[in-house]
């Protein structure tokens, strides 16, 4: 960063900031990208705003090359003077509701914003049928931003108000005070800090970081999509569109990202999917170079350079967002017993492999077979060894590190495979990581995975645990329950009354509804000779063997049972994972 001071505060008044939000002149990133916030936080925005509370500081980037930065709305005539690089929430929110507009949530769905406020208590609410239906309430602030006077509004929410409502020290005064005070958060003084003009992307973005380090992290793909709208409104809103028809089950035949395991991914999986096949990058600051078209070793910037990286990037957009490619990746995932998105523990893991395969099948031209055996064993490895957890980005840039030169993909990820999965990590390592209570461990996620990949059934049961964990069979959900082995009230008879240990996965199996109601608060010594009372000795052991369970596990102690069970859980994770690489 430079010696000097990069910015230059200011303060403006809100509705200058929403009048130059209209008119182009600040380049907020339009209303159909994602808005993540809900409804609460907009209403805590509101109530600030009136209270003339703090709301923090909105940093704009003052961009001043005409021609470079297209308009993000193109009913403007005005080029934009600056981007939004910290406040998008905060200014969307307010845009939508002072100017009355439908933002896209989250799930890409078309949202209207309405937040509510009773002006004789000087409260806000977000809206609800039972506010709609009383009259104290106004039920959508928008209403009072529309004209310049709320002298008609006041007098049409009095007059509403006495019709209904029999109270005769309600004071017309401060109600309407209210209201125009109210309407004067259009006054709200902003402060506001104009990054200089001279700053380049890299730098922006580091500042970017730096705001956000101690709250709770902005997403770095909004600034990326930001400057795919300036140069490549195309891509970027290919890129969102592909998001949104993920979530959505497709009309007809019409070709769609939607998938069987109902995994949707947002911008920037894509965005970080793009950026590693096209310059082998894990971190996507170097996106905002790409855009820029700096050269990443002398760190020179050129419009040549700029046009050349673009076109790489281009590339490897068309590459991720292949809609044959993309199914064909998520059958390779589903093939390993991921049969629900609910079964991956981690997303980055996820668009990581999506990467590699694109990288095993357009630069190293590696068969379909070969390229699928790898890439399932890598995104299991990945999961298994929680490689892309915590801080991701150096992992994926040393990873894809390996690929500059032209050597053995497959080998290369072996290798890594090997040096971490060693006899330590299935023996001590995974029987450990399955030491919890939670339905998430990733441990757990990986052996359910284990046994759809085996196509087992449920414990005493025609139903496939694969059907079970479908996303879209719906039917037999509530016939099926994860039974505790020992059952909860027995081990509290026991005195083990801890929740975490009652219910360690270990100790958990998916079994009938009808027979967890059966077993009660039986022992596993009174309810196992019942339930396996009609089957052979044969047949008995398969059983125990199919869902890991030790031998008499119902003569040993619960501390004993569980290592065990843990123990027997872990070699079915290990002999699967070989399994699926061959």
């Not at 996507?284 to 170079?289: D, G, R």
């Not at 099926?480 to 027995?490: A, K, S, T």
């Not at 869902?547 to 994770?573: T, V």
Request: hydrophobic letters at 35%.
């Amino acid at each position: 960063m430079r010696n000097n001071v990069v910015f230059n505060p200011k303060t403006y008044p809100l509705s200058n900031l929403i009048n130059d939000i209209d008119t182009g002149n600040i380049a907020l990133p339009d209303l159909q990208r994602p808005f993540v916030w809900d409804s609460t936080k907009v209403r805590d925005l509101i109530d600030s705003l009136y209270k003339g509370l703090p709301v923090g500081v909105i940093v704009l980037w003052e961009i001043l090359e005409p021609g470079r930065y297209r308009k993000i709305n193109l009913e403007n005539k005005r080029e934009p003077r600056f981007l939004v690089i910290d406040g998008q929430q905060r200014l969307t929110s307010l845009f939508s509701i002072i100017n009355d507009k439908e933002i896209v949530n989250k799930n890409f769905r078309k949202v209207k914003l309405r937040i509510s406020f009773n002006p004789i208590e000087e409260k806000f609410e977000v809206w609800n049928a039972a506010i709609e239906r009383n009259p104290e309430w106004i039920s959508d602030i928008s209403t009072v931003f529309h004209n310049s006077s709320t002298y008609p509004f006041v007098k049409t929410y009095l007059s509403k108000l006495k019709s209904r409502v029999v109270e005769s020290n309600i004071s017309e005064e401060r109600i309407a005070a209210n209201i125009e005070k109210l309407k004067n958060i259009l006054n709200y003084p902003f402060s506001v800090l104009e990054l200089s003009s001279e700053l380049d992307p890299e730098e922006v973005s580091e500042i970017f970081v730096r705001i956000n380090s101690k709250g709770k992290p902005l997403n770095q793909s909004d600034f990326i999509l930001t400057l795919m709208a300036v140069y490549w409104e195309e891509g970027r809103k290919g890129i969102e569109e592909f998001c949104e028809m993920s979530r959505k089950i497709p009309e007809g035949n019409k070709p769609s990202s939607f998938n069987i395991i109902n995994i949707n991914p947002n911008p920037e999986h894509l965005v970080r999917t793009i950026v590693g096949y096209s310059f082998l990058r894990g971190r996507l600051k170097y996106a905002y170079l790409i855009l820029k078209g700096r050269d990443f070793e002398n760190k020179t910037i050129s419009e040549e350079l700029r046009e050349k990286n673009f076109e790489i990037f281009k590339d490897g957009h068309k590459r991720a967002l292949d809609l044959t490619n993309w199914h064909d990746f998520i059958k390779i995932i589903q093939s390993a017993g991921f049969v629900n998105e609910k079964l991956i523990s981690s997303k980055i893991a996820f668009f990581v492999s999506y990467t590699l395969y694109l990288l095993g099948k357009y630069r190293f031209h590696l068969p379909y077979k070969k390229l699928e055996k790898v890439i399932r064993k890598w995104f299991v490895f990945s999961l298994l060894t929680q490689r892309y957890t915590g801080s991701p980005e150096s992992v994926i840039e040393r990873d894809l590190s390996l690929f500059k030169d032209k050597g053995d993909f497959v080998q290369k990820l072996e290798e890594i495979i090997k040096s971490e999965l060693t006899h330590d990590y299935w023996s001590i390592t995974l029987p450990q990581r399955l030491v919890s209570s939670s339905t998430q461990n990733h441990a757990y996620l990986i052996y359910l995975a284990s046994l759809v990949y085996n196509d087992a059934y449920i414990l005493f049961s025609d139903i496939k645990l694969r059907d079970y964990l479908n996303p879209f069979l719906k039917t037999k959900k509530k016939t099926i329950d994860l039974h505790h082995i020992f059952p909860r009230n027995y081990l509290k008879k026991k005195s083990i009354t801890d929740v975490k240990e009652i219910n360690q996965v270990a100790n958990l199996v998916y079994i009938e509804y009808k027979d967890n109601i059966n077993i009660g608060d039986q022992s596993p010594k009174e309810y196992w000779p019942f339930l396996t009372k009609n089957l052979t000795p044969i047949e008995r052991q398969k059983i125990l063997r199919a869902y890991d369970l030790p031998e008499n596990f119902w003569e040993l102690n619960y501390a004993e049972f569980l290592k065990k069970r843990r123990d027997l859980m872990s070699k079915k994770i290990k002999d699967y994972f070989w399994r699926i690489g061959r």
